[in-house]
């Protein structure tokens, strides 16, 4: 570690200033810098990952690079008709800093996943089993739908808001992958009218053109 050549703070801003003008579309990747080294299997023991990530392990397997959870039964006899197994960095440390992460989705019968995001990060699906409605919001409000069936491909870019629900008479299995080892999900409604302490509800009723009334009526249905 000694002979490292000391760069200012104003270089760095420089450097990534410059990179930003020459490569716009690079914007994002260049903020979220590409890992040095070939892998590093998170040592989920010896760090939170509230605390800027996980050290890697320093004794690494073949088995660190494998993963059977995705298999896993699914129950969706829930209020939303939705579960999912998760390979993210949590269930499969192997994943870290790869940015890649991977989901088997099922959807019952009637069964929706509300409109939600991940912020930065895009998401591609395949369909295993079943039909199924997918549907995503460009930032001018254009509606991109289609309803897919075994075999079909989607792709959800980066941000936007999107939704699916399973419009067939059997159950929807889905493969999705999303471009983030652990990522983050913006859910519309539980952010809206289920935030601790709660949006005020003057902010609500401007946004949503109503009185308070309907406003608490909507909240009291997000307890959870
Ligand atoms: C699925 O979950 C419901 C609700 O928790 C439960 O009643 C039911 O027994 C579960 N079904 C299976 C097959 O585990
Ligand atoms: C919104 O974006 C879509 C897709 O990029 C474009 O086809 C459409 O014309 C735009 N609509 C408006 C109102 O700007």
């Known amino acids: 570690m000694a002979n490292i050549p000391k760069i200012s703070f104003s270089r760095i801003l420089f450097l990534l200033t410059l990179c930003i003008t020459l490569f716009p579309n ?20 010896r760090a939170s990952p509230t605390n800027n990530g996980f050290p ?17 039964p699914l129950n969706t006899s ?8 998760s390979a993210n960095f949590m269930t499969f440390p192997g994943l ?26 895009t998401e591609a699906g395949f369909v295993l089993e079943g039909s199924c409605l997918i549907g995503f919001l460009t930032t001018n409000y254009t509606l991109f739908s289609k309803v897919v069936r075994p075999g079909d491909m989607f792709v959800v870019p980066p941000g936007l808001i999107h939704y699916e629900m399973n419009v067939g008479k059997t159950q929807t299995r889905l493969l999705t992958v999303v471009t ?25 009723m401007k946004a949503f053109k109503t009185d308070g009334k309907t ?3 909507l909240k009291s249905k997000f307890t959870n």
């Open 26 to 45: 690079s914007a994002l990747s260049a903020l979220n810098l590409n890992p040095l080294q070939d892998f590093c299997v998170a040592d989920l023991s």
């Open 56 to 72: 890697c392990k320093s004794q690494v397997s073949s088995e660190d690079f494998f993963y059977s959870g995705l298999n896993k």
């Open 78 to 85: 829930n209020p939303k008709g939705v579960a999912a197994n």
């Open 96 to 121: 870290y800093t790869m940015g890649i992460s991977m989901y088997n989705v099922a959807l019952g019968v009637g069964g929706a996943n509300p409109p939600h995001s991940h912020p930065g990060a």
């Open 180 to 204: 983030n080892d652990f990522p983050s999900e913006v859910v519309l409604p539980h952010t809206l009218f289920l935030a601790k302490p709660p949006i005020q509800n003057a902010v609500l």
């Open 215 to 217: 406003i608490n009526m």
